[in-house]
T-cell receptor
Framework: QKEVEQDPGPLSVPEGAIVSLNCTYSNSAFQYFMWYRQYSRKGPELLMYTYSSGNKEDGRFTAQVDKSSKYISLFIRDSQPSDSATYLCAMTSNTGGFKTIFGAGTRLFVKA | DAGVTQSPTHLIKTRGQQVTLRCSPKSGHDTVSWYQQALGQGPQFIFQ???????QRGNFPDRFSGHQFPNYSSELNVNALLLGDSALYLCASSLVEYGYTFGSGTRLTVV
């Protein structure tokens, strides 16, 4: 079993839709939870991070962490064609150093 | 403020050869991590350097080695290249435990 599981998609939605992206994990030592966006032929860029459980909102993006269920989510409201990219969840534990593990990424297509 | 700079951007090598990839971290960042990303996959952790020491290592063979210099820049070396080493190699720098800044990567093709 992988430490971090993420559905690779692809996920195709119409412009303006609410997008829900999810990851599950198995390592209860993870403390920091991040979402990265990666455009084709580019490196990932950090969208949001959350420490421990809870919600965090930034503009059209909302990140949720449920440590009891080992489940994290990213919601994108009013999705735009420019949101079309691969979204990677990532998690860091603070035991034995700070190694960040990434999910496989979900490819999102937002159709105009 | 320059972000993370990686060189070269593309590289073609023959099986059995050795390769060195280079990374300059974002100004102010002292930790450098290297990742391998195969096509359609998420980044896989290779190792992390802090204060010129390898602090963490992923499940990669000893053919993969690295170095961090006093100015925090870093190199990734891969010996005895295999076809399966073909991938995008990403360097990420950070100052805290989360929130990496990534470079655009080096695309390595082994033929």
């Amino acid at each position: 079993q992988k430490e971090v599981e993420q559905d690779p998609g692809p996920l195709s939605v119409p412009e303006g839709a609410i997008v829900s992206l999810n990851c599950t994990y198995s390592n209860s030592a993870f403390q920091y939870f991040m979402w990265y966006r990666q455009y084709s032929r580019k490196g990932p860029e950090l969208l949001m991070y959350t420490y421990s459980s809870g919600n965090k909102e930034d503009g059209r993006f909302t990140a949720q962490v449920d440590k009891s269920s080992k489940y994290i989510s990213l919601f994108i409201r009013d999705s735009q064609p420019s949101d079309s990219a691969t979204y990677l969840c990532a998690m860091t534990s603070n035991t034995g150093g700070f190694k960040t593990i990434f999910g496989a990424g979900t490819r999102l297509f937002v159709k105009a | 403020d320059a972000g993370v700079t990686q060189s070269p951007t593309h590289l073609i090598k023959t099986r059995g050869q050795q390769v060195t990839l280079r990374c300059s971290p974002k100004s102010g960042h002292d930790t450098v991590s290297w990742y391998q990303q195969a096509l359609g996959q998420g980044p896989q952790f290779i190792f992390q350097y802090y204060e010129e020491e390898e602090r963490q290592r992923g499940n990669f063979p000893d053919r993969f080695s690295g170095h961090q210099f006093p100015n925090y820049s870093s190199e990734l070396n891969v010996n005895a290249l295999l076809l399966g080493d073909s991938a995008l190699y990403l360097c990420a720098s950070s100052l805290v435990e989360y929130g990496y800044t990534f470079g655009s990567g080096t695309r390595l093709t082994v033929v």
